[in-house]
């Protein structure tokens, strides 16, 4: 043995080594260390799989219909789109273990509150009260069923939702006329108000039926319609809902 | 030895070394009853639906185990106030339940409204860039994972992340982000924040499908994305997104 190693060249001695060297990683790499630390589709594969193992705490709202009955409720009323567990809380574990594991029933004023108390930020139309001005310490379910939520009266047609118009209006030289002496409203604006929308007038003769000189209403101020404020429209310079001179 | 018996030899023994580590390569299926081939997930958020009630925040953390304390967040709400004069503010909204009967000011607001906020799961995701050991990948349907046992937590994704979308789990100690609830997608469930928006400002689907609640979205809104002189191409758009929002 030692007389072959003697043999051996040195250049190949040295081949050698690096090819016990570079085949000794390649098997530390490939058997001996955990693949988890080598091969990435490994390490995608199992942490994908990790995250799809994770528990669902909320089940989804078709799974209260099979047994709450206030499910068809309240898909005829103006809570359809919500589901169950926005209010009533993840309820996964309920559905599996329906008589031991109740979801919370929020019934607080505090609660409801939370979507509709009044801020500047909200979406007009979506329905909103100042909780110390409506009712106040009185619990909102004792007028309204949360399941099929309704106004205890009738709104005042357009008020209900667009009440700072209104009460711009009721100051404005434009008192006298009706919302609907200017907008065409469809009867669904007031169940779908952001898929159908009123009309808004869009040409300046509008106006110019009582504001140009030629109409006969006396008591409207009088512009010469052609010339007055030359390319705008009206409503650029004039706010409609509070018509005073700018 | 001659050399040109040497090189063959050596040759052989090279190639027949390849054939054997083969062997040692593990198989990597996909996870089972579910093909991610077949998706590509989006979400579309639509500004003049949010009601900033912080639903899908609450849902989220239950949802993911996400820490309640009020700064770890996988999707959040941004509440914009743009002020006739001085600097917009941003907010994020309080959950805290005795706040939600606060009323706020409208003096001097020209126009305010919220904006829900999570991962944008970005086609060219930075934050995969910047990982420097591989922790965080792209699935093949689209979502960025982490890998909360190959993560060292050196927070380069978090600083990486122009959309401030990553935190440091307190426990963990790894990045941690939104997964559109990867464990829910998989099963054909929503995400828990689109399960529980009331008022479907956020839409969930598949980025090809047409015929679909997002193809839809799409289809009839303008649509933005946050940052989009980045090029990270995020895969979350918004529709009626005012021109402050940053």
Redesign the interface.
């Known amino acids: 043995m030692k007389s072959f190693l003697q043999k051996m060249p040195d250049a ?1 001695k040295r ?1 050698l080594a690096v ?1 016990v060297l570079v ?1 000794g990683t ?1 098997v530390l790499v ?2 001996v260390l955990p ?2 630390l080598t ?11 990790r ?8 089940a ?2 078709e799974a209260c219909a099979d047994c709450h009955e206030e499910y068809k409720v309240k898909q005829g009323g103006y ?1 359809k ?3 169950c ?2 209010c009533h ?2 309820a996964k574990e309920h559905s599996e273990n329906p008589s031991d594991l109740k979801p919370k029933l929020p019934r607080m004023r ?2 409801c ?3 509709h ?7 007009s139309g ?1 329905p909103q009260v ?3 001005a409506h009712n106040p310490r009185k619990v909102c379910i004792e007028c309204h069923n949360p399941h099929d939520p309704k106004p205890t009266r009738t709104p005042r047609e357009c008020s209900a939702c667009h009440a700072e118009i209104a009460r711009t209006k009721e100051l404005s030289p434009h008192v006298q006329l009706e919302c609907t002496t200017c907008h065409t409203v469809p009867q669904d604006h007031k169940l779908i108000p ?1 898929s159908v929308r009123a009309t808004i007038p869009s040409e300046r003769s509008f106006c110019g039926k009582c504001h140009s000189k030629e109409s006969g209403r006396k008591e409207a101020p009088k512009v010469d319609i052609l010339t007055h404020g030359e390319k705008y429209l009206c409503w650029q310079c004039h706010y409609p809902h509070m018509p005073e001179v700018q | ?1 001659e050399r040109r018996r ?1 090189l063959s030899k ?1 040759l052989s023994i090279a190639a027949s ?1 390849t054939v054997v ?1 083969g062997f ?3 198989a ?1 299926a ?2 089972d009853g ?1 093909d ?1 081939k077949g998706h590509y997930y989006g979400m579309g958020i639509q500004i ?8 899908c925040v609450e ?1 989220c953390k ?3 185990n996400v820490p309640k304390e009020p700064f770890f967040f996988r999707t959040w709400v941004e ?3 743009i002020k006739k004069e001085g600097e917009t503010s941003v907010q994020n909204i309080d959950m805290r ?2 706040r ?5 000011s ?1 003096k001097d ?1 020209v126009r ?3 904006v829900p906020k999570l991962c944008n799961q970005c086609d060219n995701p930075p934050c995969v860039q910047v990982c420097p050991v ?1 922790a965080t ?1 792209k ?1 093949e349907d689209g979502v960025i ?6 993560c060292i937590g050196c927070r380069y994704c978090i600083q990486a992340c122009p959309y401030g979308a990553r935190y440091l789990h307190p426990e963990k100690e790894t990045a941690d982000k939104c ?1 559109f609830c ?3 997608i ?2 054909g ?2 995400p ?1 924040c689109v ?6 400002a956020r839409i969930f689907g598949d980025v090809k499908s047409s015929a679909s609640p997002l193809g839809r979205f799409k289809r009839m809104n303008k649509l933005h994305v946050l940052k989009p002189s980045l090029n990270t191409e995020p895969k979350v758009s918004y529709s009626g997104l005012d021109g402050e929002v940053r």
């Open positions: 190949l081949v090819f085949a390649a490939r058997a693949a988890s091969d990435s589709r490994l390490h995608i594969k199992t942490t994908v799989e995250e799809m193992a994770h528990p669902v705490r909320y989804g709202s809570h789109n919500l589901s567990e926005t809380g993840a505090e609660f509150a939370g979507c108390t009044y801020n500047p930020s909200r979406p979506f100042n909780p110390a952001r | 030895m040497f050596f070394a580590s040692f390569k593990r990597v996909s996870p579910y991610p003049d639906k949010c009601i900033g009630c912080g639903k849902a239950e949802e993911n509440r914009y106030v339940i005795e939600s009967n606060e009323v706020f409208e607001i305010s409204f919220f591989g990948f699935t994972l982490v890998d909360d046992e190959r997964t990867y464990h829910r998989t099963k469930l929503l828990a399960e529980v928006c009331p008022s479907q």
